[in-house]
RNA sequence: GGGGCGGUAGUUCAGCUGGUCAGAACGCUGGCCUGUCACGUCAGAGGUCGCGGGUUCGAGCCCCGUCCGCCCCGCCA
């Protein structure tokens, strides 16, 4: 061993003590006579002290003097091994604000075990370096301790999953990773086949069929901390390549899925950051969460509920919302609190915003000692009184509205709020888990013509439904739209963490479920029929759930970025700086492959 | 595929209406300093203004194209 301990794992107790420390020096200051350097570690930062005069304990000034010339030239983030002794820092000189600051090192050998070139940025400050910089200097830039954290509560966090789950019977087993394209959902990664000319392995999306062929199997509760992988463009909060936590249990229904993963959040909040969350967590139909807050992830750490006026303002003259009503629109609005002195510019740039989404306009009314508005004069003084109470606006807010199809209402004020929250300093410190449940189980796509799953293929239907569903020949699109399904969604602050089902467990309702979404029996058989034979052979009722591990952990550290929760993260093209990925290859191993480029200019 | 913002010293940035606009801070190199902790202090070095083209007497600045990065829409659970 080359030490004895970690850089801030001394402490009082070990003064007096020789002890040998390695690390990276963090920072240099040469006073002159004595210099005191900064070393750090994983565990944190120590002061080590080089005194000019050989220490009274100490033999050999000849060697004193050469570890004091060789201090004074130490670059930062070298490495360095010492050995000295722990003593207390004189009276008046600790410093409060690390750990170790009641100690210091007093070192009476120094090696210099790999000295550093100057930085290509440093290290050791809070300031924002460019991100591209960061991560092709990755090493460097993981050396910074609020990055070493975040990958240590990832890490820990991991650790808390999996004891939890060990603790409640579930085993982890490995999937593929070269495996088969997935039906539905986003682009697939691929790679070619060598053996098997001008076929291709598809990277998983996630586990989802081999989870369920292991219920079947008869594993009974199934996880995996596993790597997934989605070909689309990138956001903030996405990345090509992301990691899941992947359960699914047998003979279960919706209670029991959302009882063992209400477990274990509050556990790993618990543990990872003292912070005790209530269980059962609130639930909320997919309807009235639309409704309410006009998405699927509802932010209930505030209020300004969206209310539909469309009924209230029937009678009005205002052509905008008369026209969109008529043409099966409906209008909607929500509470700008505290908004009524916002300026005709302030309005305009709000205005933008909603256009940007799709809306063709935005309504306003001041509330004040009066409704202050070009549109005032469409409305009955009580028709405004009314839509103020239903929108809970008091003097000093305005309201919004937006007039057009539903799913533009909701899309445009559903941000709109939480823009107002955010520029307002409305949002509540505590955080917030919310169920949504009672999804729809397929939806209508317009590009596409046809209807698709909206959680995935192989989500059973509520009870009802599939009575329904078994017993009729075909349905038509109305019946279809209605149809609810045995999905739910974990959401936290407004952020979608994880989502899951109650899976279809027998073969005849599986083969209605996809015709009902247009997936052919032929194309059914050929993209995962394996599955579809092996609910022929006794599956039992199974369901589980996914949480998105990377954004979990990214809103457990208060991470700005996925990419600060993630030791190797990609850019928004999906290439990765440190390694240059990806690249050209050689002309052979396409040849292997069969592989004939052909790029356009 | 579309929209927005950005790219100037090693780093973070400033650079006005095109004409002392090649600048600051930090870092780096060398010196001084025995109790600092973002030590202090003196001196010095350091630039293809992302790249290509254009307009102009003159471009870091204006125009066109292009590359890269970030944020958003589309896409994606």
């Given at each position: 061993?080359?030490?004895?301990?970690?850089?801030?794992?001394?402490?009082?107790?070990?003064?007096?003590?020789?002890?040998?420390?390695?690390?990276?020096?963090?920072?240099?200051?040469?006073?002159?006579?004595?210099?005191?350097?900064?070393?750090?570690?994983?565990?944190?930062?120590?002061?080590?002290?080089?005194?000019?005069?050989?220490?009274?304990?100490?033999?050999?000034?000849?060697?004193?003097?050469?570890?004091?010339?060789?201090?004074?030239?130490?670059?930062?983030?070298?490495?360095?091994?010492?050995?000295?002794?722990?003593?207390?820092?004189?009276?008046?000189?600790?410093?409060?604000?690390?750990?170790?600051?009641?100690?210091?090192?007093?070192?009476?050998?120094?090696?210099?075990?790999?000295?550093s070139d100057p930085l290509p940025f440093p290290i050791d400050e809070g300031g924002e370096i460019s991100e591209t910089l960061r991560l092709k200097y990755r090493y460097l830039d993981l050396?910074?301790?609020?990055?070493?954290?975040?990958?240590?509560?990832?890490?820990?966090?991991?650790?808390?999953?999996?004891?939890?789950?060990?603790?409640?019977?579930?085993?982890?087993?490995?999937?593929?990773?070269?495996?088969?394209?997935?039906?539905?959902?986003?682009?697939?990664?691929?790679?070619?086949?060598?053996?098997?000319?001008?076929?291709?392995?598809?990277?998983?999306?996630?586990?989802?069929?081999?989870?369920?062929?292991?219920?079947?199997?008869?594993?009974?509760?199934?996880?995996?901390?596993?790597?997934?992988?989605?070909?689309?463009?990138?956001?903030?909060?996405?990345?090509?390549?992301?990691?899941?936590?992947?359960?699914?249990?047998?003979?279960?229904d919706m209670d029991d899925v959302i009882g063992v993963v209400e477990g274990l959040l509050k556990k790993l909040f618990?543990?990872?950051?003292?912070?005790?969350?209530?269980?059962?967590?609130?639930?909320?139909?997919?309807?009235?969460?639309?409704?309410?807050?006009?998405?699927?992830?509802?932010?209930?750490?505030?209020?300004?509920?969206?209310?539909?006026?469309?009924?209230?303002?029937?009678?009005?003259?205002?052509?905008?919302?008369?026209?969109?009503?008529?043409?099966?629109?409906?209008?909607?609005?929500?509470?700008?609190?505290?908004?009524?002195?916002?300026?005709?510019?302030?309005?305009?740039?709000?205005?933008?915003?909603?256009?940007?989404?799709?809306?063709?306009?935005?309504?306003?009314?001041?509330?004040?000692?009066?409704?202050?508005?070009?549109?005032?004069?469409?409305?009955?003084?009580?028709?405004?009184?009314?839509?103020?109470?239903?929108?809970?606006?008091?003097?000093?807010?305005?309201?919004?509205?937006?007039?057009?199809?539903?799913?533009?209402?909701?899309?445009?004020?559903?941000?709109?709020?939480?823009?107002?929250?955010?520029?307002?300093?409305?949002?509540?410190?505590?955080?917030?888990?919310?169920?949504?449940?009672?999804?729809?189980?397929?939806?209508?796509?317009?590009?596409?013509?046809?209807?698709?799953?909206?959680?995935?293929?192989?989500?059973?239907?509520?009870?009802?439904?599939?009575?329904?569903?078994?017993?009729?020949?075909?349905?038509?699109?109305?019946?279809?739209?209605?149809?609810?399904?045995?999905?739910?969604?974990?959401?936290?602050?407004?952020?979608?963490?994880?989502?899951?089902?109650?899976?279809?467990?027998?073969?005849?309702?599986?083969?209605?479920?996809?015709?009902?979404?247009?997936?052919?029996?032929?194309?059914?058989?050929?993209?995962?029929?394996?599955?579809?034979?092996?609910?022929?052979?006794?599956?039992?009722?199974?369901?589980?759930?996914?949480?998105?591990?990377?954004?979990?952990?990214?809103?457990?550290?208060?991470?700005?970025?996925?990419?600060?929760?993630?030791?190797?993260?990609?850019?928004?093209?999906?290439?990765?700086?440190?390694?240059?990925?990806?690249?050209?290859?050689?002309?052979?191993?396409?040849?292997?492959?069969?592989?004939?480029?052909?790029?356009?200019?």
């Open positions: 061993m080359y030490r004895d301990k970690g850089c801030a794992q001394i402490g009082i107790d070990d003064v007096g003590k020789d002890i040998r420390l390695c690390g990276w020096v963090y920072r240099n200051r040469d006073h002159g006579g004595v210099i005191f350097i900064d070393l750090r570690d994983r565990t944190g930062i120590a002061q080590i002290v080089f005194n000019p005069e050989p220490l009274l304990t100490v033999g050999g000034p000849d060697t004193q003097g050469d570890t004091h010339k060789t201090a004074r030239h130490l670059k930062a983030e070298s490495v360095i091994i010492i050995s000295g002794q722990v003593c207390r820092r004189p009276e008046g000189t600790e410093n409060h604000d690390i750990p170790t600051g009641m100690v210091e090192v007093h070192v009476k050998s120094l090696e210099v075990l790999n000295m050396r910074r301790p609020e990055m070493v954290a975040n990958l240590i509560t990832r890490y820990k966090s991991c650790k808390v999953i999996r004891d939890y789950l060990d603790e409640h019977g579930f085993i982890d087993v490995e999937t593929p990773v070269l495996t088969k394209s997935t039906p539905e959902g986003a682009r697939d990664y691929l790679v070619p086949s060598r053996v098997n000319a001008g076929a291709f392995y598809a990277l998983p999306q996630s586990p989802q069929l081999f989870k369920q062929i292991l219920m079947i199997a008869g594993l009974d509760r199934y996880y995996q901390i596993v790597r997934c992988f989605r070909d689309e463009d990138l956001r903030a909060d996405r990345q090509p390549e992301f990691t899941q936590v992947d359960l699914e249990m047998s003979f279960v618990y543990e990872i950051k003292g912070q005790q969350i209530d269980t059962p967590f609130e639930r909320i139909k997919y309807k009235d969460s639309m409704a309410r807050f006009g998405n699927d992830k509802p932010d209930m750490r505030f209020g300004l509920e969206l209310r539909d006026v469309s009924g209230l303002i029937k009678d009005s003259t205002f052509k905008v919302f008369q026209d969109a009503i008529a043409s099966g629109g409906i209008v909607k609005g929500v509470c700008g609190k505290g908004m009524a002195s916002y300026s005709r510019r302030e309005v305009d740039i709000l205005t933008q915003e909603v256009q940007a989404m799709g809306a063709k306009g935005l309504a306003w009314i001041k509330v004040k000692d009066a409704f202050e508005s070009p549109i005032v004069k469409f409305f009955q003084e009580g028709t405004l009184r009314e839509m103020a109470d239903m929108l809970g606006a008091q003097p000093g807010d305005m309201m919004l509205f937006v007039a057009d199809q539903e799913s533009v209402v909701n899309d445009c004020l559903s941000r709109l709020r939480l823009d107002i929250a955010k520029k307002n300093g409305l949002i509540g410190a505590q955080d917030n888990f919310v169920w949504v449940v009672d999804f729809p189980l397929m939806e209508w796509v317009p590009q596409e013509d046809r209807f698709a799953a909206l959680h995935h293929p192989f989500t059973s239907p509520t009870d009802d439904d599939i009575k329904a569903i078994l017993a009729t020949e075909d349905m038509n699109n109305d019946e279809r739209a209605r149809l609810t399904s045995k999905a739910y969604d974990i959401v936290l602050n407004g952020s979608e963490i994880g989502g899951g089902s109650i899976r279809i467990h027998r073969s005849d309702l599986q083969q209605k479920v996809l015709g009902l979404i247009g997936i052919k029996a032929e194309e059914a058989m050929e993209r995962f029929g394996f599955l579809l034979d092996a609910l022929k052979y006794g599956a039992p009722p199974h369901g589980g759930l996914a949480l998105g591990l990377d954004r979990l952990i990214m809103l457990m550290t208060g991470a700005q970025s996925l990419r600060d929760v993630i030791a190797f993260p990609k850019t928004q093209k999906a290439a990765c700086p440190l390694t240059s990925a990806p690249s050209q290859v050689d002309k052979t191993q396409l040849r292997e492959l069969h592989i004939r480029l052909n790029i356009e200019d």
